[in-house]
């Protein structure tokens, strides 16, 4: 497959515009940009592993973002574009890429990229044992070779279609100087536009303008990304004027601020999607009929309005809303008690014969909310609900490590590789399918999918494998949720500051006014 | 000189089953800290090697000698979750709690103990029950509640003081003052309500007294006896109580600071409780539960030297 | 007798019978459903002729949300404080009796748990045995009970110089006998005064441990967690923090009352 071939099949899977819904109230128009501030960003989580190849929390990412660049990157549109490497192609076979790099890219301890540095990267993050987090997409390279300094040729052992947009993941993709691992947890060194100063652990991080920077210099000195995890303490900093620019407006608070003409707001979505999940190995949950009767007590208009204040849209489909393999044809099920009943019973769970426990995690409150908002409809159906709060920590082990679990929810920012979606959550081997979800039909669909080249086919299956999802109610898809800045009137190229994966965030073309 | 030397041992014993009793408790605690630092990118291969370069599958006594020797020679270990060295990050964050434990503790004395005497001279009358009652309440009320009525009038309402955050007080004194302000006014309203009930039931104890009576028949003012002889002989058993209520202060320090968003020891704790972050909650753990005991051990030895009865002798 | 009706005493014995009466009756008169439904339209709303005390961010009626909370922090204080005497009171009644080896044994340990805060030690019990009411009890209660252990260790130290215990052992009366029918007795109303102070004490740790995260699990309502709860909301519904915080508030007083007046009448000494 030649390379613009490629890119077609990239954008054909992935849509036009990368958001649908891309809201702005009171931001203002674009004037010349003006060099020199410091940005106070008021960001809703702490970061935690600075080391990008480690990491696994999205805040950290967002923020480091910044400091690294990988080899390839996205454009609006999803396409798989230049960054580091300044032209990339792909062998006819599909089993060969080779990079160009871009000459003169400096990292921040003033070094100059070369391809020792992009093997160091690549093979560091291939390596478990360095706790590499994305080792898994790097598992099919065979060899990578550095004939020069400037060319990387990476082959691979078999055909592997999303090797290419991994890549335009910092996680991934990103290109460290050689030698560099052991500091990358306490001082990240990159490529990107800004570089690391410091990290008052729990209370800021300050990043600084890298003058040699690639793609020119950012116009802000720097970037105080300032941890406020409480959402009303946030809000008052951007209402006094102790923070420029907010992310995650608290939900409820959001039409109060938008109809504020002092705030630019910016909501966009999708940031994630939800969804409420069923162990397939709890024994009532092994028989689609029940499944099916969850699915039917779960208002999810009515549950979107109360756990987040409407701020997302429901949805029956967790591909990317603007996606060829996104099913708008695919609706949410409706809320009907009655006819809950009348499954439970006919599968012998009549009322009060079913327990369920519901484990939310309190690092999302609204998944808290949500539990005992689901607990009173469920109570009408005579399912005894009890709810388990476990904070993250314990979510994580019990729930997606350990499978221990009945009913949960959780969320995930948009995959937009349909593959490393459907298939690391709904293939029986795949990564995420923490449900215990074995359904052969999926397996053959997704399997089908990643060798399929046609993009129209491709998007096709990957519709087929929603279908399937949702006719034996696997899962429980419930919506997407938006993402929302507020910035004072100061902040200039808010609309560059969001990066087409809907959560990560760049500050390169952004300014500050007077 | 024995009694030194004894001393001494005891607190070394102390420490000793302090640091036991730290380690015996982190590491029965349930959820693992490999699972926290990969988040929803964790899966049973990457986990397995994430523990073993973490060194969490090493029999316990070895795990435990490796802790204890490195406390020993300086080097705490690294946080897990954050990557941060841990002696950093103790170092930053007791400064910050010290600041505020400092800050309550002036505050709370220097206004309880006025109130308490005032409450103790005017005894069963008016004053007194003013006194008394808002003391009782100011004990009633949870910190942290106060805490929220401190945000809700003064950060909100008026404004004077920031709701949350922290600043270094090396680099910028006034303004680590000015961020500290809340967090040791509300950890101190319960605490001077505290003392000024401790206050005032001495003072009225000593008022009591013989001494007291002979001295006002020989002729010497109200206000001398009070505040010289009275208050002298009260001042010990209220530094004592003072001094023990910092146990009980740096257990409330958890839920103010994390209140507030004041990143100190108390904050650290509960992150680290959080995240399962295994040699930080040994870390903060033992380093609070160490301040405590030597804070009582110096009560112990002031009362010793402040105690007339011992003075006396 | 007087004492007993100091204006201090009936506030505080009223304040914690009136809180004793909504902990045993509330949960009868408002069924739960009344206080877990939630009214989607009214959330957040201020008290109002028809929210008496105002509704929270679901839309529940705070009045009945607080009132059944009573019942939940009021039996995880009685039984933490149970659990610490249970724990307590037979250590503190060994080290004191028999002195010597055991004696420095036990009060060492004491000693070495009372160094860790009491809250920290909750949390640090609660966080090992996971979120839940059973283990909040468990966390506060074992929490209390080296403090517990080394009052009663004062009292029996106290106790077991008296004339009548003098008496008895010198009738050769036995070791368990001794301490059962004449120390027991007798230390009796100081632990009393105790268990009344932990009591409040119990109720501001439940408050601290729900706050944190750690206590009781929703839907239930208990003070502490409708106090968690209500952090998001400060500055547009404060009245959600103002309700349970009265609650406790008012608990805790008046039992700190009661137990200042139990103490006047049990120890004049210490007035």
């Known amino acids: 497959m030649k390379r613009r071939d490629f890119l077609k099949t990239t954008a054909t899977l992935f849509g036009g515009a990368a958001f649908g819904g891309f809201q702005t109230t009171n931001v203002l128009a674009d004037d010349a940009p003006k060099k020199g501030g410091t940005l106070i960003w008021g960001h809703s989580e702490t970061t935690q592993n600075l080391d990008i190849h480690q990491t696994g929390t999205a805040s950290t990412v967002r923020l480091l973002q910044n400091v690294h660049n990988a080899i390839v990157t996205v454009d609006k549109n999803l396409n798989v574009i230049p960054s580091l490497a300044k032209g990339f192609e792909q062998s006819a076979d599909g089993l060969t890429y080779t990079f160009r790099l871009r000459p003169g890219v400096k990292f921040h301890d003033g070094k100059a990229m070369t391809a020792a540095d992009v093997k160091y990267s690549f093979e560091r993050c291939k390596n478990k044992d360095t706790g590499a987090v994305n080792f898994e997409v790097f598992n099919d390279v065979e060899a990578i070779d550095t004939p020069d300094d400037m060319t990387v040729i990476v082959k691979l052992k078999r055909i592997n279609a999303p090797f290419l947009s991994r890549?335009?993941?910092?996680?991934?993709?990103?290109?460290?100087?050689?030698?560099?691992?052991?500091?990358?947890?306490?001082?990240?060194?990159?490529?990107?536009?800004?570089?690391?100063?410091?990290?008052?652990?729990?209370?800021?991080?300050?990043?600084?303008?890298?003058?040699?920077?690639?793609?020119?210099?950012?116009?802000?000195?720097?970037?105080?990304?300032r941890e406020v995890t409480e959402p009303t303490v946030r809000l008052t900093g951007l209402r006094t004027g102790e923070m420029h620019l907010i992310n995650d407006i608290p939900a409820d608070r959001m039409k109060e601020v938008?109809?504020?003409?002092?705030?630019?707001?910016?909501?966009?979505?999708?940031?994630?999607?939800?969804?409420?999940?069923?162990?397939?190995?709890?024994?009532?949950?092994?028989?689609?009929?029940?499944?099916?009767?969850?699915?039917?007590?779960?208002?999810?208009?009515?549950?979107?309005?109360?756990?987040l204040w409407g701020e997302g849209r429901t949805t029956a489909s967790p591909s990317f809303p603007t996606s060829s393999s996104y099913d708008s044809a695919l609706k949410n099920r409706q809320q009907d008690i009655a006819k809950a009943k009348a499954l439970l019973a006919e599968a012998g769970y009549g009322p009060g014969k079913l327990d369920v426990v519901f484990k939310a995690t309190t690092n999302y409150p609204y998944h808290v909310e949500s539990a005992q908002i689901m607990l009173e409809w469920f109570k009408e159906a005579g399912v005894n609900m009890k709810i388990e709060q476990l904070t993250w920590a314990d979510w994580l082990s019990q729930v997606w490590v350990n499978k221990d679990f009945q009913i949960s929810m959780m969320n995930f920012f948009t995959l937009w590789e349909p593959d490393f979606l459907y298939y690391s959550l709904w293939n029986s081997t795949g990564a995420f399918n923490y449900r215990k979800i074995k359904d052969p039909v999926i397996d053959d669909l997704t399997q089908k999918a990643r060798v399929t080249i046609d993009p129209t086919a491709r998007a096709d299956i990957y519709k087929q494998v929603q279908q399937q999802v949702f006719d034996q109610t696997h899962d429980i898809i419930l919506w997407f949720r938006n993402g929302s800045i507020g910035a004072q009137p100061s902040v200039g190229g808010l609309d560059t500051i969001v990066h087409p994966n809907g959560s990560n965030f760049n500050f390169h073309k952004v300014w500050l006014r007077a | 000189m024995t009694y030194v030397l004894n001393r001494l041992l005891s607190i070394l014993l102390t420490l000793f089953l302090i640091s036991v009793i730290t380690f015996a408790v982190t590491t029965i605690l349930p959820g693992d800290v490999a699972t926290m630092i990969m988040g929803t990118q964790s899966n049973p291969e990457a986990l397995a090697g994430l523990r073993k370069s973490l060194g969490l599958n090493d029999p316990l006594l070895v795990q435990y000698g490796r802790w204890i020797y490195g406390m020993a020679t300086g080097d705490w270990g690294?946080?897990?979750?954050?990557?941060?060295?841990?002696?950093?990050?103790?170092?930053?964050?007791?400064?910050?709690?010290?600041?505020?434990?400092?800050?309550?503790?002036?505050?709370?004395?220097?206004?309880?103990?006025?109130?308490?005497?005032?409450?103790?001279?005017?005894?069963?009358?008016?004053?007194?029950?003013?006194?008394?009652t808002s003391a009782l309440v100011g004990?009633?009320?949870?910190?942290?509640?106060?805490?929220?009525?401190?945000?809700?009038?003064?950060?909100?309402?008026?404004?004077?003081?920031?709701?949350?955050?922290?600043?270094?007080?090396?680099?910028?004194?006034?303004?680590?003052?000015?961020?500290?302000?809340?967090?040791?006014?509300?950890?101190?309203?319960?605490?001077?309500?505290?003392?000024?009930?401790?206050t005032r039931s001495t003072m009225t104890g000593i008022l009591g007294q013989e001494y007291i009576r002979v001295g006002r028949a020989k002729g010497l003012s109200e206000r001398v006896i009070v505040w010289r002889y009275a208050l002298a002989n009260a001042i010990g058993p209220v530094m004592t109580v003072a001094g023990l209520q910092i146990g009980y202060l740096f257990g409330s320090i958890i839920v103010v600071e994390t209140l507030f968003n004041y990143t100190g020891m108390g904050w650290l704790t509960y992150q680290a409780l959080l995240n399962r972050d295994i040699p930080l909650i040994q870390a903060t753990v033992f380093v609070i539960a160490a301040v405590v005991m030597l804070t009582n051990l110096v009560v112990d030895l002031l009362y010793l030297y402040v105690d007339p009865r011992v003075r006396l002798q | 007798m007087k004492r007993l009706l100091t204006i201090k005493a009936l506030i505080g014995f009223a304040l914690v019978a009136m809180v004793l009466g909504v902990a045993i009756f509330a949960p009868i008169f408002i069924p739960e459903e009344a206080a877990n439904r939630m009214h989607m339209t009214a959330r957040l709303k201020s008290p109002s002729g028809l929210y008496w005390l105002g509704t929270d961010q679901l839309g529940r009626d705070l009045l009945f949300r607080v009132m059944r909370g009573a019942r939940t922090s009021l039996s995880i204080a009685v039984s933490a404080v149970l659990i610490s005497l249970l724990l307590g009171l037979p250590l503190g009644l060994i080290a004191g009796f028999y002195r010597g080896a055991i004696d420095n044994v036990l009060m060492r340990l004491v000693d070495t748990l009372l160094s860790f805060p009491v809250l920290l030690l909750a949390l640090v019990i609660s966080a090992m045995?996971?979120?839940?009411?059973?283990?909040?009890?468990?966390?506060?209660?074992?929490?209390?009970?080296?403090?517990?252990?080394?009052?009663?260790?004062?009292?029996?130290?106290?106790?077991?110089?008296?004339?009548?215990?003098?008496?008895?052992?010198?009738?050769?009366?036995r070791d368990q006998r001794l301490i059962v029918r004449h120390i027991l007795p007798n230390i009796m109303p100081p632990i009393i005064v105790q268990a009344t102070i932990s009591l409040a004490f119990a109720i501001l740790a439940e408050a601290g441990l729900s706050f944190l995260g750690l206590?009781?699990?929703?839907?239930?309502?208990?003070?502490?967690?409708?106090?968690?709860?209500?952090?998001?909301?400060?500055?547009?519904?404060?009245?959600?923090?103002?309700?349970?915080?009265?609650?406790?508030?008012?608990?805790?007083?008046?039992?700190?009352?009661?137990?200042?007046?139990?103490?006047?009448?049990f120890d004049p000494r210490s007035k």
Request: proline share 7%; aromatic share 10%; with cysteine.
């Open chain 1, 167 to 225: 890549l335009a993941e910092n996680g991934a993709g990103a290109i460290m100087p050689a030698g560099s691992g052991d500091i990358q947890g306490k001082t990240p060194i990159g490529a990107g536009p800004f570089k690391f100063i410091r990290r008052e652990f729990g209370h800021e991080v300050e990043l600084q303008r890298f003058d040699d920077y690639w793609d020119g210099p950012a116009y802000l000195d720097k970037i105080i990304s």
């Open chain 2, 78 to 132: 690294h946080s897990l979750v954050f990557k941060v060295a841990i002696s950093e990050l103790l170092i930053q964050k007791i400064k910050a709690s010290a600041l505020i434990v400092v800050m309550s503790m002036a505050i709370a004395l220097a206004c309880a103990v006025p109130l308490g005497v005032w409450a103790a001279v005017h005894r069963d009358r008016w004053q007194d029950g003013v006194a008394s």
């Open chain 2, 139 to 198: 004990v009633s009320l949870p910190d942290f509640f106060w805490g929220i009525m401190m945000i809700l009038l003064f950060a909100r309402a008026l404004g004077w003081f920031p709701s949350s955050g922290f600043a270094d007080p090396a680099t910028n004194p006034g303004l680590a003052v000015w961020h500290a302000c809340l967090p040791a006014f509300a950890l101190g309203l319960g605490l001077m309500a505290h003392l000024t009930r401790m």
């Open chain 1, 258 to 307: 938008k109809s504020d003409p002092k705030f630019q707001v910016l909501t966009w979505f999708p940031l994630n999607w939800d969804f409420v999940n069923m162990n397939h190995d709890y024994p009532p949950f092994k028989d689609a009929r029940v499944r099916m009767a969850i699915d039917l007590l779960i208002d999810k208009e009515a549950l979107l309005q109360g756990a």
């Open chain 3, 129 to 173: 045995l996971g979120p839940s009411i059973p283990n909040a009890i468990i966390a506060i209660g074992v929490a209390f009970a080296p403090f517990l252990a080394r009052v009663v260790r004062g009292e029996v130290l106290r106790v077991v110089q008296m004339p009548y215990v003098e008496a008895a052992r010198a009738a050769g009366a």
């Open chain 3, 215 to 265: 206590g009781t699990q929703p839907p239930q309502s208990s003070w502490g967690l409708m106090i968690q709860a209500s952090r998001d909301y400060l500055d547009v519904a404060p009245w959600t923090a103002l309700v349970p915080g009265a609650a406790v508030a008012l608990t805790v007083l008046g039992l700190n009352m009661s137990g200042d007046i139990l103490r006047d009448i």
